[in-house]
């Protein structure tokens, strides 16, 4: 009869472990049970069961346990929810081209209109300028690495020899007779990705297409950098930021980034996508 109360039953086992305890000092082969020592900080819990009122404390937050449980459920259940449209709509979107990594200069606005990607935020077609579409001075002069000019100055070579210009640039002339006009060798350059990217049929919107404001801006030799500590690009960092939001701790800062996003690696715009907020 004893044993069927539960406080019983923490009395009888912390009375058991204090005389293992007990039974264990001085003897060296019962040394692992010293590690039973933890338990001691039971001990105060045997005065909840001659504490009435103090034990009907400890019992109705025994009982509220599992509600508690089922709430943060479906808390959880929520933010999972909200954190995947928030993936869907801002995955990738929060970020912008860091214009301050690079040179100590300040960008051209020719080459700010290039990472711009005309400023609109229209879905139905391809916003971004395709490099072969560049000048060959352009695409050699704007081209950060070494890579992309020599591979700049080896197409404007290609270029000349189909007869397609007139005449070769000086910096083509330059780089052929500096690295000659082997092709395997322009051919295996580490070249940007916005070299090769196309706007083809086969992506028939920005969101598809390959070529991005954040491809331009890392030819030009910047930093497609976050705008926030917050993010959104997949499931987890989205929960933790929603849970951050929902404390109020950043929110107009998203808010307004939110706002200005125009998809996927593209270079926000002011109030383009107000309506998203």
């Not at 970020?95 to 690079?102: K, P, V």
């Not at 060959?136 to 890579?147: G, H, I, L, N």
Request: hydrophobic share 45%; charged share 15%.
């Amino acid at each position: 009869a004893y044993l069927r109360n539960a406080w019983n039953v923490l009395d009888f086992l912390i009375v058991i472990i204090s005389v293992i305890l007990m039974a264990s000092e001085g003897n060296e082969d019962l040394k692992g049970l010293r590690s039973l020592r933890v338990l001691r900080a039971l001990r105060p819990l045997r005065t909840i069961n001659r504490a009435p009122q103090l034990k009907l404390v400890i019992n109705a937050l025994g009982a509220s346990i599992w509600p508690i449980l089922q709430t943060l459920m479906m808390i959880s259940i929520f933010f999972i929810i909200f954190s995947t449209l928030a993936v869907t709509y801002f995955q990738g979107s929060l970020y912008a081209c860091d214009l301050s990594t690079a040179y100590d200069w300040p960008i051209a606005e020719q080459q700010y209109d290039l990472i711009l990607c005309d400023g609109y935020n229209d879905t139905s077609r391809s916003l971004c300028m395709e490099w072969a579409d560049l000048d060959p001075e352009t695409q050699y002069d704007w081209a950060a690495s070494e890579a992309d000019k020599q591979y700049a100055a080896w197409q404007n070579h290609l270029a000349f020899i189909n007869g397609e210009v007139s005449a070769p640039t000086q910096a083509t002339m330059n780089v052929t007779n500096e690295y000659g006009t082997d092709a395997s060798y322009y051919n295996s350059l580490n070249i940007s990705d916005f070299v090769n990217a196309t706007n083809d049929g086969t992506y028939t919107n920005y969101i598809q297409g390959p070529v991005t404001s954040r491809m331009i801006c890392e030819w030009m030799g910047y930093e497609w950098a976050p705008l926030t500590d917050q993010s959104f690009d997949n499931v987890f960092p989205s929960l933790a930021s929603l849970y951050e939001l929902s404390t109020t701790e950043g929110w107009i800062d998203v808010m307004w980034y939110a706002a200005d996003a125009r998809g996927l690696d593209m270079e926000p715009v002011r109030d383009c996508n107000k309506y998203a907020v």
